[in-house]
Structure formats: C-alpha cells, structure tokens
C-alpha cells in the first residue's frame, strides 16, 4: 500500500519515450479523485545538484537513513516534481522520517506560494 513519505522505485520515462533508469522518488501525495495518481519528488545521488536552502539531503548518519532504504547520501530533489500513476511505482524501499516529510511539503508550499 503506497502512502505519503514513502521512497519507492519507478522507471523515469527519457524524453525519446524509452525506458528509463530505475529511480527513487518521493511520495508527496495522493492527487484527489478516483485514479491512483501521485504527487512525487525525485530523488538523486549525484548531491552536486543540491540546492542549498531548498533541497532536502539525507545523509548517511541521519536518524531516518537506515529506514529511507537509501542505498548512499541523496538529495531530495524539491523542484523535481511529477505526477505519476500509481501502477507505474515498483514498490516501497523506505521511508523518511515525519520531520523530514514535513520540512519537504513546507519548502515545496513555501516555493508555490511565493511571488
């Protein structure tokens, strides 16, 4: 069962249409309605596209690591975000802590509610 704050495994479509890479992402939310739609967040592990003050890094010693199912420090990428269906999501491999979900949804709010 998917739920927000989970990191799950999907297949990042390329542009040219094919198959992409398997990819970590972020469950942000449900979109409302009947579908299975979600909300998500990518997530990388090349930390140089971190944006300071506006990303989200998980690190190896932080207290939600070992239960993020990460497999080395990452970057929560916040302004990476897409809707997806839900049967394209290849399963749960963690998730992160409620603080940390928290500090994400209000970065994320703050971003769209700015000028």
Not at 89 to 115: C, D, M, N, Y
Request: glycine share 8%; net charge neutral; hydrophobic share 40%.
């Amino acid at each position: 069962m998917k739920k927000t704050g989970q990191i799950v495994l999907f297949r990042f479509p390329r542009t040219d249409l094919e198959e992409g890479k398997l990819r970590p992402a972020l469950l942000l939310a449900k979109i409302p309605g009947e579908y299975d739609d979600w909300l998500i967040c990518m997530i990388s592990s090349q930390t140089r596209h971190y944006v300071a003050g506006f990303d989200e890094l998980i690190q190896e010693n932080d207290e939600d690591f070992v239960q993020s199912g990460l497999k080395v420090t990452s970057v929560i990428r916040i302004g990476r975000l897409a809707v997806v269906s839900g049967d394209i999501l290849l399963g749960a491999i963690g998730e992160i802590s409620f603080e940390r979900l928290r500090r994400v949804k209000q970065t994320l709010a703050h971003w769209l509610s700015s000028p």
